[in-house]
T-cell receptor
Framework: AQKVTQAQTEISVVEKEDVTLDCVYE???????LFWYKQPPSGELVFLIR??????QNEISGRYSWNFQKSTSSFNFTITASQVVDSAVYFC?????????FGAGTTVTVRA | EAGVAQSPRYKIIEKRQSVAFWCNPI?????LYWYQQILGQGPKLLIQ????????DSQLPKDRFSAERLKGVDSTLKIQPAKLEDSAVYLC?????????????FGQGTRLTVV
């Protein structure tokens, strides 16, 4: 069975600080995809980034970056120079055989 | 491109009543998901369709929940009779068949309150 764990329940930072969100996953499959989604107060889940299990290259996309390490089954996500608009709940998700499973989410509050 | 459409946005019912939610996925998306998101938790998959066939409904409380996707496009999720613990946001999502690296697109959800 697959499982996604987001140990951080809430994170509060001051604007312009960096925020790193932790995600640990469990699966016996060798082919899978990992996602990060953002859920602003409006409620809609917004796709942010995707990584497949065969590509451990870490990338930066604008203010977002991620650190994927298969050896520790972790897929951490960083927001650089946070802004108030980044305040939301962030979900890590695991995609295997067309099934998308979510972690419990981390609430990020960015204070001006 | 139009997104995933859901209606209604909000619904308040009394326990033991019935309720139905509607979802129209993105055109051309064969996979459709219904998720239940209880306040403070991550979304939990209720049922997944591939075209009009059910792929996974292992977490659907089948004694009270039902879902259908006629003609492989629109879908409805029904609860009958509703319980207090069914209060949640019901999210519909869709994705493109065959592209395993394609993300699911979500609607804005239906917030259900059972009183």
């Amino acid at each position: 069975a697959q499982k996604v764990t987001q140990a951080q329940t809430e994170i509060s930072v001051v604007e312009k600080e960096d925020v790193t969100l932790d995600c640990v996953y469990e699966t016996r499959d060798t082919t899978y995809y990992l996602f990060w989604y953002k859920q602003p107060p409006s409620g809609e889940l917004v796709f942010l980034i995707r990584r497949n299990s065969f590509d451990e290259q870490n990338e930066i996309s604008g203010r977002y970056s991620w650190n994927f390490q298969k050896s520790t089954s972790s897929f951490n996500f960083t927001i650089t120079a946070s802004q108030v608009v980044d305040s939301a709940v962030y979900f890590c998700a695991l995609f295997i055989d067309y099934k998308l499973s979510f972690g419990a989410g981390t609430t990020v509050t960015v204070r001006a | 491109e139009a997104g995933v459409a859901q209606s209604p946005r909000y619904k308040i019912i009394e326990k033991r009543q019935s309720v139905a939610f509607w979802c129209n996925p993105i055109s051309g998306h064969a996979t459709l998901y219904w998720y239940q998101q209880i306040l403070g938790q991550g979304p939990k998959l209720l049922i997944q369709f591939q075209n009009n066939g059910v792929v996974d409904d292992s977490q659907l409380p089948k004694d009270r929940f039902s879902a259908e996707r006629l003609k492989g496009v629109d879908s409805t999720l029904k609860i009958q009779p509703a319980k207090l613990e069914d209060s949640a946001v019901y999210l519909c999502a869709s994705s493109f068949l065959g592209a395993r690296n394609t993300e699911a697109f979500f609607g804005q959800g239906t917030r259900l309150t059972v009183v």
